[in-house]
């Protein structure tokens, strides 16, 4: 696509993504004039911080060690960046 892009003389796009695993809610959340989709829970804070520290590290996808661990290196190419302790939790995230 940003190949494409590039052709075509428009700027490309560029994103990051934090990824983490955990319970979360999920659901509509609103009054009948006024609904939004949402989730919320602390793997879904984890993962926001996560991918806020994409730009510091030069990075456009980071998973925390937990959701390493669930997959595994399986058709994935992972190498560690670092132990972080994010905004709002006491133990250092992997």
């Known amino acids: 696509l940003n190949g494409e892009l590039e052709r075509m003389r428009l700027p490309q796009l560029s994103i990051r993504v934090g990824l983490h695993r955990g319970t979360v809610l999920t659901g509509n959340i609103g009054s009948l004039s006024r609904m939004k989709f949402g989730c919320l829970g602390d ?42 302790r994010v905004k709002g939790k006491r133990e250092p995230t992997r």
């Open 43 to 84: 793997a879904v804070n984890l993962a926001a911080r996560l991918e806020g520290l994409c730009k510091h590290y030069q990075v456009s996808v980071m998973c925390s060690g937990e959701m390493y661990d669930s997959v595994g290196d399986q058709n994935f190419f992972c190498r560690k960046l670092d132990v972080v």
